[in-house]
């Protein structure tokens, strides 16, 4: 009997670090379709295994209405600055901040992320690998961004999604280093 | 007799009562009707000063409507063609301080007329180009007024503009195929509307032709309209502490930037094109909050900020100091930075940001895991649209390093805060096409792409160590040193001979970095 128990604990714990983001599943595979795309386009073939959360407030400064504005490559055909006020509503604005602010650690569910990429342990020994955080998704706008981070730079990466497929929009580079 | 005495006294007392009774109903009557009678009808002059606001005015019409006051007692009344035109002085709290350039004068009057009992407004903005300061639109013609008038009507919008040349008046612009419904001044005047949020580009705005009033100079022929970008106004504030009307540069506060400007200005045949002028103003703030503009400060705000964390490393803030002086003795001309005279790389960024206030350049000493040194992006104040790039050189590597490296680091970190700017100034540049095309080759890397154009720089960054040392080595090894870190990492590196990329190593290992302190082969000295 004592034993059935220990079991049945293993057997769900198992299950726990199987589900890789403890969300939703409907989330959960939107969130895997936007860091897979994010890992293709960036062309990464390693990733640290947990998200994170930057402690910085950089990130924070930039995601206000008028830092998305300040400084930042569009990726797209159309090489002029875009204003990020008439692309998004202030509701949209706070839902992006909002989503950083409450960034959360989880743990990357390796089945569900693009074959040849590498989940890792620590960044530190790898100049190629990359940390990253949950992505955070504007509801039916079609736009989601992850902030990342090498040894050597920082930057915030949004993605559009056109025609089912994401494809990279703007970049903001946030910090770059020797 | 008694008691009818008393009656009488009675009765008459009460006939009294009610005739004064009935006196005073009657002066409350009287009074009530004279009142009726006395309702005086606003004049013109009051509807039209009662119902004006520059509500409608945004950020977009380029006007401070906070810093202009209408003077409703300074006004005159013309009559256009059986229409009575009634016009108010306008004054300016905050009057720009104009540089020196082909706007002379900037000056407003309210312009308005009764259309069906309600009034009609126009601001009119004019700014003179000869040095004639104008208060009034009916003396324009008369007073050979030269420059561009411009009318807007009460929701900010352009409503109408005009080219004046000594008096002349040239014919305005219109929206093609717009009709045009203003009343007078414009039908005797050969004014047109303009509506300049839908006036994309000289193919969608025309000129119209005269409608045969007098007084229209021939626009044709001698050049064109252009619609031109303004730079907005800068305003430098200054916490004026001791109340002695300058700024001193430890009382400078912030600064302001108002929006970019669009405008229509006639541009002759002859000219090459319009060149904005940009007002800079410099504004004191008392201790009680009220502003006044003060003049030039002496000392304008320090952009390129050494941070406190500098005065434990004095020797890096010299070297910061240094880096800014120019190359006289050895002119240098380098192909991609465009750099002329006494500049060099390092100056020129630096007096870049010196002289930038929107884009600020700071310099501290700090902790950095793996890296000399680091750039990062800060939108400090972003509704205010400024940034700093922090350049932060790492604690240990300032302790390893030889000086002739930390000027190098210095160089390097603040070109890559250079690239930046250039590339956010001008997206459309062949420039930022380059950086774009290493963009989409790196996975949208920007520190790859940056070190990767940085390459091209490899000799600049050697010139410019080259006058920051007062050429005591080789150029070749000052050159070496142009390449450092992620550049190194670089495709471009790669492609190098064997011989020079040992070299460029060598020179790197031997000044030191924050991984190991330099070495005997060393040639800079240590900065103490």
């Not at chain 1, 004592?2 to 969130?31: A, W």
């Not at chain 1, 190629?128 to 989601?144: F, G, L, Q």
């Not at chain 2, 302001?256 to 703030?285: A, E, L």
């Amino acid at each position: 009997m004592k034993y059935n128990f220990l079991i049945s604990l293993f057997v769900l714990s198992l299950l726990g670090c199987k589900s890789g983001f403890d969300v939703s599943h409907e989330k959960s595979e939107i969130d895997y379709q936007v860091i897979n795309a994010f890992t293709s386009l960036r062309k990464i073939n390693a990733l640290k295994k947990d998200t994170f959360k930057p402690n910085d407030s950089l990130l924070l400064k930039l995601v206000e209405s008028d830092g998305l504005n300040l400084f930042h490559y569009n990726l797209t055909e159309n090489r002029k600055n875009i204003d990020f006020k008439e692309l998004f509503s202030e509701q949209d604005f706070n839902l992006i901040k909002k989503g950083f602010e409450q960034l959360e650690i989880r743990k990357l569910d390796k089945k569900k992320m693009l074959k040849g990429v590498r989940a890792i342990k620590k960044i530190d020994d790898d100049r190629e690998a990359r940390m990253i955080t949950t992505p955070v998704i504007v509801p039916d706008k079609n736009y989601a961004f992850i902030y990342s981070e090498s040894l050597s730079d920082g930057d915030l990466f949004c993605m559009k999604k056109e025609n089912g497929k994401w494809i990279p929009f703007v970049s903001f580079p946030l910090w770059t280093s020797d | 007799m008694k008691k009818h005495s008393f009656l009488k006294f009675t009765l008459s007392f009460f006939v009294l009562l009610v005739f004064f009774y009935s006196c005073e109903k009657e002066e409350a009557a009287e009074l009530e009707i004279t009142q009726e009678t006395e309702v005086v009808q606003p004049t013109e002059q009051e509807i039209i000063s009662s119902k004006f606001s520059l509500d409608g005015f945004d950020e977009s019409s380029g006007i401070a409507k906070n810093s202009l006051k209408i003077l409703w007692n300074e006004h005159k009344k013309v009559t256009l063609e059986e229409r009575e035109w009634h016009e108010y002085k306008v004054v300016e709290s905050v009057k720009i301080d104009l540089e020196k350039g082909e706007i002379t004068d900037i000056a407003y009057s309210l312009l308005a007329t009764m259309i069906d009992d309600n009034p009609a407004y126009w601001l009119l903005r004019m700014d003179s180009r000869n040095g004639e300061a104008y208060s009034s639109y009916f003396d324009l013609e008369k007073g050979g007024f030269t420059g561009m008038i411009y009318l807007y009507n009460l929701k900010g919008e352009m409503s109408m503009v005009r080219y004046y040349q000594k008096g002349n008046g040239f014919h305005g612009i219109t929206k093609v195929g717009n009709p045009v419904a203003l009343p007078a001044p414009s039908a005797s005047r050969c004014d047109f509307k303009v509506t300049s949020s839908n006036c994309a580009g000289t193919s969608d705005c025309g000129l119209l032709q005269s409608t045969g009033g007098s007084g229209c100079g021939n626009g044709g022929g001698k050049g064109g309209y252009r619609r031109v970008r303004i730079p907005g106004d800068i305003i430098d504030r200054y916490n004026d502490h001791n109340n002695d009307g300058k700024g001193q540069p430890n009382e400078y506060s912030h600064t302001i930037f108002m929006p970019d400007r669009y405008k229509w200005v006639w541009v002759s045949n002859t000219s090459s094109g319009h060149v904005p002028q940009r007002g800079q103003q410099y504004q004191g703030i008392r201790s009680d909050g009220s502003i006044r503009n003060i003049p030039r400060p002496s000392v304008s705000p320090d952009r390129v900020i050494k941070h406190p964390s500098l005065i434990k490393y004095p020797c890096v803030g010299r070297i910061v100091g240094e880096l800014a002086r120019g190359d006289f003795k050895r002119l240098r001309l380098n192909k991609l930075g465009q750099l002329e005279g006494g500049k060099h790389l390092s100056k020129t960024i630096l007096d870049l940001f010196q002289n930038n206030s929107k884009y600020h350049l700071s310099i501290k000493v700090g902790t950095l895991s793996n890296a000399n040194g680091s750039t990062k992006i800060v939108r400090n104040t972003p509704s205010k649209g400024q940034i700093t790039f922090e350049i932060t050189l790492d604690k240990r590597f300032v302790q390893n390093g030889t000086k002739l490296v930390i000027a190098r680091t210095l160089i390097h970190e603040s070109l890559h805060a250079y690239l930046s700017y250039q590339y956010q100034n001008m997206s459309t540049s062949s420039f930022s096409s380059l950086l774009r095309h290493y963009l989409s080759q790196n996975g949208y890397n920007n520190n790859a792409a940056q070190h990767r154009l940085m390459t091209e720089y490899g000799d600049a960054i050697g010139h410019s160590l080259s006058v920051w040392d007062n050429n005591k080595l080789s150029m070749q090894y000052y050159k070496d040193l142009g390449w450092s870190g992620d550049m190194l990492q670089t495709r471009e590196f790669n492609k190098l001979s064997t011989s020079r990329k040992t070299a460029i190593r060598n020179a790197n290992i031997a000044e030191g970095s924050a991984a190991q302190s330099a070495t005997n082969k060393a040639k800079g000295k240590k900065c103490k």
